[in-house]
């Protein structure tokens, strides 16, 4: 098959997505390798997991270059350039990012948010879910740019909200499936059938067996 494409990872916290991702790209035929797992916080519970999964970690802490993002971001690039890095994924990354970094990995750069967007984007999505009184939620696969979670949508998976639904209980069934959507979605965007079409996100078809494409089956 052909090259894997190196990934980092960014966490801030657990790094419950990246485990999910881990898990994906232990199969030698994912099309992405994890090459890194970078968090901006030397506490994130997610460098343990990673390490005791053989994947190289890293720490930039952040509060340590106070308010020069632009500092910390010029860190963070050293790392991914000292790995090889060529695809980023965020899996629970609590930094806003530059308009300068993300047009630098622009088409590059994945973001998973806990929510079905436009609905309901940055922080505390659960809550607003149940104030709004939604019928449905769920979460977003999309590529990063300037704008915080106002990237081209890649994917989404909707789960019901159910009477008697705490922050919980809904966060819950939300997280099993960005479990299964991340890894679906990293993986389209570095085996090259994700791309950018005059500002939306298209997933080409896969190819069949022997090469051809899959798009008219049958």
């Not at 340590?64 to 690039?77: I, L, S």
């Not at 047009?103 to 967007?117: A, K, Y």
């Not at 990237?151 to 099993?176: C, K, M, Y």
Request: contains cysteine; neutral net charge; proline residues 6%.
């Amino acid at each position: 098959m052909s090259q894997r494409r190196r990934t980092a990872i960014l966490i801030s916290g657990r790094g419950s997505n990246m485990a999910a991702l881990l898990a994906a790209a232990a199969d030698p035929a994912y099309p992405a390798e994890i090459a890194l797992v970078l968090s901006n916080r030397a506490d994130a519970a997610g460098l343990a997991r990673a390490a005791e999964a053989g994947i190289p970690t890293v720490v930039v802490e952040s509060r340590r270059f106070g308010k020069d993002r632009a500092g910390f971001e010029a860190a963070m690039e050293a790392e991914l350039a000292a790995h090889g890095i060529g695809l980023i994924a965020l899996a629970g990354f609590m930094r806003v990012l530059t308009e300068g970094f993300t047009r630098r990995w622009s088409g590059r750069m994945l973001n998973i948010h806990p929510s079905l967007l436009p609905a309901f984007p940055g922080l505390d999505t659960h809550a607003h879910a149940l104030a709004a009184g939604v019928r449905l939620h769920g979460c977003t696969v999309h590529l990063v740019t300037p704008g915080v979670d106002e990237g081209p949508i890649v994917a989404q998976a909707a789960v019901p909200v159910l009477a008697g639904d705490t922050e919980e209980t809904l966060a819950h069934r939300v997280l099993a499936e960005e479990h299964r959507l991340y890894p679906a979605a990293l993986g389209w965007l570095a085996s090259g059938r994700l791309r950018l079409q005059e500002g939306r996100a298209v997933v080409d078809p896969a190819p069949g067996p022997s090469g051809e494409s899959l798009r008219n089956p049958g």
